[in-house]
């Protein structure tokens, strides 16, 4: 075996910069990997306020779920569980990013491993190959450090009793989760409750949660592309308030309440307000206000690539949604009309067609309608609303094919397929099909080369030529997509002659 000195040498070479990372406290590796602590026994975040510990004593896992299957228990100073998650395109293949979506919204707690690999489409082996090399831990572990750290939250933030914990985190019952908590962690939740201490800065009327994220953050502009497109009675954006309502369903129940996120940018977290109605769904609420508000994203490795395009804004972040199908809707109402149209559109669709939430908070009263409502539609119907009757008809199409299956909004996993099969729908072209990819779907890598505002940013350029350029920003497409958007001023450097190698 001659490669293993090599194999050494490399690994030695990487806890090194680990350990460089750690006693930095290198806040863009957050996330990124975790430290177990033999002396204590403790795992944490590589931005653990707590003394450094001896780098004999470090071991470093890719996830938190591998830190726990070595016998490691969470940090209550740091708390694991704040972590930002993976940048989408960490994560390797999107198989597992489509398995760990999945896996946060509870599909392990109703179905088998080898269920998931077939929603999937391949192996369990696979599955678990690809889950060994990228976390360090099976699907099973993940999804179980995954709850227990749900959990753990939830006893440190919340008041809710012990039963609702369990529950909420996705346990089965609550004796597995007392079992599986105390081989984990080696403590009993009410310890952890009393441990954890509560914060003292209680919420007004919700539960109140924290969700990290890698700075730097353009707050600015985030919070101005979503005021300018807030949707009346839905959403409400003032100072650095976003809020608006939410509807989940799961298990076969539909909950619907409101969230409200402001960002702590001292300390690099949002604080998330959510509403009681929604204390069974607090995982999957957070996990969509990490997808709305990008907080997985790893604003270095974008500004690597984009280079010079990024520099006057490092922290732009790709805005997601909530909601898939109300974010479909919304870009097709976008179609040929102004931002601030699309957003009176959808308002009074909402109005009209939405839910009212049972308890209201201020200007947010309503619940976006559902595929399932809109489906039920004549284009003849949205005539009132001023929308025009072929775009009506694309969106009942789209409403139609949702309900009926026949095209999954969420979840999907051959993200150039999904964009094909959106397509084929009425009404549907490139650029509205391109554009839910980016935000309903986070995509990364979706490049508008058609874009009225991006042709203007490359003149004299062919739409074919702008989407040769922009081979260079891959796989951060989107990310340059709204660069472009926001600088005027901009211009392509001349090297495009010299760049095709064919
Ligand atoms: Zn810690």
Not at 215 to 225: A, K, N, T, V
Not at 257 to 275: D, F, H, L, T
Request: with cysteine; hydrophobic share 40%; charged share 20%.
């Amino acid at each position: 075996m001659k490669k293993k000195p090599t194999q050494s040498v490399t690994m030695m070479d990487q806890q090194q910069a680990l350990y460089l990372a750690l006693r930095a406290r290198d806040r863009k590796f957050d996330g990124r990997f975790f430290v177990g602590v033999s002396s204590t026994g403790i795992y944490c975040r590589p931005v653990c306020s707590a003394r450094t510990p001896k780098i004999e004593n470090c071991t470093f896992y890719p996830s938190a779920a591998a830190a726990e299957l070595a016998g490691f228990r969470p940090c209550l100073k740091c708390r694991p569980e704040l972590a930002p998650g993976l940048a989408l395109i960490d994560l390797g293949t999107r198989y597992a990013q489509v398995a760990v979506q999945l896996i946060e919204q509870g599909y392990l707690s109703e179905h088998s491993c080898e269920q998931l690999a077939a929603r999937l489409g391949i192996s369990d082996r696979h599955l678990r190959r690809i889950f060994a090399e990228q976390f360090g831990a099976s699907p099973i572990d993940y999804a179980q450090s995954h709850r227990l750290l749900q959990a753990k939250r939830l006893l440190a933030d919340t008041d809710l009793p012990l039963s609702e914990v369990a529950f909420s985190a996705g346990f089965g019952s609550l004796r597995r989760f007392n079992e599986l908590f105390k081989t984990r962690y080696r403590l009993i939740p009410s310890e952890l409750r009393s441990a954890a201490g509560r914060s003292g800065n209680a919420a007004s009327s919700g539960l109140l949660f924290h969700l990290g994220y890698r700075p730097p953050y353009d707050w600015p502009r985030m919070l101005s592309f979503l005021q300018a497109r807030a949707v009346s009675g839905v959403e409400y954006v003032a100072g650095k308030q976003y809020l608006r309502s939410m509807a989940v369903h799961q298990g076969g129940i539909d909950y619907q309440g409101w969230v409200s996120v402001q960002p702590e940018e001292a300390s690099n977290r949002v604080r998330v307000e959510i509403s009681p109605s929604l204390s069974r769904v607090t995982t999957e609420v957070l996990r969509r206000i990490r997808q709305l508000f990008d907080l997985d994203a790893a604003p270095d490795r974008i500004a690597e690539t984009l280079g010079s395009l990024a520099a006057g804004a490092p922290g732009l972040r790709l805005p997601g949604c909530v909601d898939s199908f109300e974010q479909a809707t919304r870009a097709v109402l976008g179609q040929l009309v102004s931002v601030k149209m699309a957003a009176i559109f959808a308002g009074r669709m909402a109005e009209r067609w939405g839910t009212a939430l049972e308890h209201p908070n201020g200007c947010v009263t309503q619940v976006f309608p559902g595929a399932a409502r809109v489906a039920q539609l004549q284009p003849e119907d949205l005539r009132p609303l001023g929308v025009q009757l072929k775009r009506a008809a694309a969106l009942i199409a789209l409403a139609r094919a949702v309900t009926d299956g026949r095209l999954p909004l969420d979840n999907v996993l051959d993200i150039e397929q999904g964009i094909k099969d959106l397509t084929t729908l009425p009404g549907i072209g490139n650029w509205t099909a391109s554009y839910i990819a980016m935000r309903a779907w986070s995509w990364p890598d979706v490049f508008l080369a058609g874009d009225y505002l991006i042709k203007q940013r490359f003149p004299g350029m062919t739409p074919r030529q702008i989407e040769h350029y922009a081979e260079r920003w891959r796989p951060w497409r989107s990310y340059a997509t709204l660069h472009l958007w926001h600088n005027g001023n901009w211009e392509p450097s001349t090297d495009t002659k010299v760049s095709p190698s064919e």
